[in-house]
């Protein structure tokens, strides 16, 4: 069979090249992303594709893609919030996702800048930076095993989530519309979770009813002092709301692997070779954020488990006409 991998990481091209020589199937594979240009560099006969982007997938992609012969795409990461459901019905295209490729992976990173922000790290390597060693001395901490941590979302990375934080000894309260069954989670409402934790720690799905869930009226309920962390998706925290938190010391710190303006950020860098994002700049600078490039997921495990899940769905869907992670579009 014949099929192509769009937006490849460095990391992802030996996973690929090696499924594609022990499974003796032709992988084209481009660096670029997915769009309705690029599409047109695929080999004829080419019969699905794979890949991974957070930039838009339109309905004319779609309609080029069917065109083409290519009626499968399957993605290596989890959200669909940028690809027109639609506009791929229309055209007669299939779509999987890989839902579950490590949620070790990305609990363990929230974890990891819930610590760092705890700490004040920032703080601390600011002053180091500045040869104030006296003051890098000056910043106390908070303990997470003294603490609430408010987890929302309880899918598979929020429960690892919970279990990573209940072993510091953290009470854990969590919200979710769809409250896990025969569970010793703690549940509670999101007003409650606002007003109770310490910690807030974001693991729901980019949906359009999720944007902003978390804005100034959620953080007039939450304590002084709290800090947020999301890995989740970008458009589920106000981030104007969260700027103004930060100023006024509402908000104590954040940590923020999505970002709101991160799809429009990254067109800007494919067109321009920077971001050109003053909100981004602005938080930066601020040593009680941490900012990074989507990378939670980014581990060995993630990687080979997001090639390998993504390549068995695309088999299925050409070999048996069924995909194990197929995107219902009802």
């Not at 309705?36 to 695929?42: L, P």
């Not at 070779?273 to 040593?287: I, R």
């Amino acid at each position: 069979m014949k099929l192509a991998s769009f937006g490849t990481r460095v990391d992802e091209a030996p996973f690929l090249k090696a499924w594609a020589e022990r499974t003796g199937n032709d992988m084209q594979i481009f660096t670029e992303t997915l769009n309705e240009e690029t599409v047109d560099k695929m080999a004829a006969g080419t019969q699905g594709i794979t890949c991974l982007q957070t930039v838009p997938y339109s309905a004319e992609l779609f309609k080029k893609m069917a065109a083409k012969g290519a009626k499968f795409l399957s993605i290596r990461n989890v959200g669909l919030d940028n690809i027109d459901l639609a506009g791929a019905q229309a055209a007669g295209v299939r779509v999987s996702n890989v839902p579950a490729y490590s949620p070790s992976a990305i609990a363990e990173f929230a974890v990891t800048l819930t610590m760092h922000l705890a700490r004040n790290l920032g703080q601390v390597e600011q002053h180091l930076r500045d040869n104030d060693y006296n003051g890098a001395m000056h910043y106390m901490g908070k303990e997470i095993g003294q603490s609430t941590v408010g987890v929302v979302g309880t899918g598979r990375i929020g429960r690892e989530a919970i279990r990573i934080f209940k072993g510091f000894g953290a009470e854990v309260i969590a919200y979710d519309p769809f409250p896990a069954k025969d569970s010793d989670i703690d549940y509670v409402e999101l007003d409650e979770l606002l007003k109770r934790s310490d910690f807030i720690d974001l693991h729901v799905p980019g949906l359009p009813q999720n944007t902003h869930m978390i804005n100034a009226d959620s953080f007039a309920k939450m304590k002084d002092g709290v800090i947020i962390v999301n890995t989740a998706r970008g458009n589920l925290i106000d981030t104007k709301a969260l700027l103004d938190g930060l100023r006024s010391g509402k908000v104590a710190g954040a940590g923020i692997d999505t970002f709101e303006y991160e799809e429009q950020d990254l067109l800007n860098l494919e067109k321009h070779g920077n971001f050109n994002d003053p909100v981004w700049d602005e938080m930066m600078k601020m040593p009680n954020v941490v900012l990074s490039p989507h990378i939670a997921y980014f581990t060995a495990t993630a990687v080979h488990n997001m090639v390998e899940f993504s390549l068995e769905n695309l088999t299925g869907f050409i070999n048996d006409g069924v995909a194990k992670n197929e995107v219902k579009y009802d």
